[in-house]
């Protein structure tokens, strides 16, 4: 079947709307202050992953030191996801923009 050539597909143009709702202002509030926590948190499992590592260095236990340097890179990973959240999600809204 031959697609007609006079049919013309019509062009949707939807764009976030912060006004659409009641009660955004609130939310991006509330994902502000989780992202705190989850960078505050992020620093917390930093340190107590670096006095593991320690005392597993210090101790001559190497599973614990092992455990410690996991905690420091996990706690390090989180804190970069945490940070680059927002650019995240815009990079990949603007990617799929240009679908």
């Given at each position: 079947m031959v697609a007609d050539p006079a049919v013309v597909v019509a062009q949707?143009?939807?764009?976030?709307?912060?006004?659409?709702l009641p009660g955004i202002?609130?939310?991006?509030?509330?994902?502000?202050?989780v992202m705190?926590?989850?960078?505050v948190l992020s620093v917390l499992a930093l340190i107590i992953s670096a006095i593991v590592?320690?005392?597993?260095?210090n101790s001559s236990n190497p599973h614990l030191a092992g455990r410690g340097?996991?905690?420091v890179l996990v706690?390090?990973?989180?804190?970069?996801?945490?940070?680059?959240?927002?650019t995240l999600i815009n990079f990949f809204w603007n990617v799929g923009q240009q679908v």
């Amino acid at each position: 079947m031959v697609a007609d050539p006079a049919v013309v597909v019509a062009q949707i143009d939807i764009n976030p709307n912060e006004s659409g709702l009641p009660g955004i202002s609130q939310l991006r509030t509330i994902v502000g202050a989780v992202m705190t926590i989850g960078l505050v948190l992020s620093v917390l499992a930093l340190i107590i992953s670096a006095i593991v590592w320690g005392f597993g260095a210090n101790s001559s236990n190497p599973h614990l030191a092992g455990r410690g340097k996991i905690g420091v890179l996990v706690s390090c990973g989180a804190a970069i996801i945490c940070g680059a959240s927002v650019t995240l999600i815009n990079f990949f809204w603007n990617v799929g923009q240009q679908v």
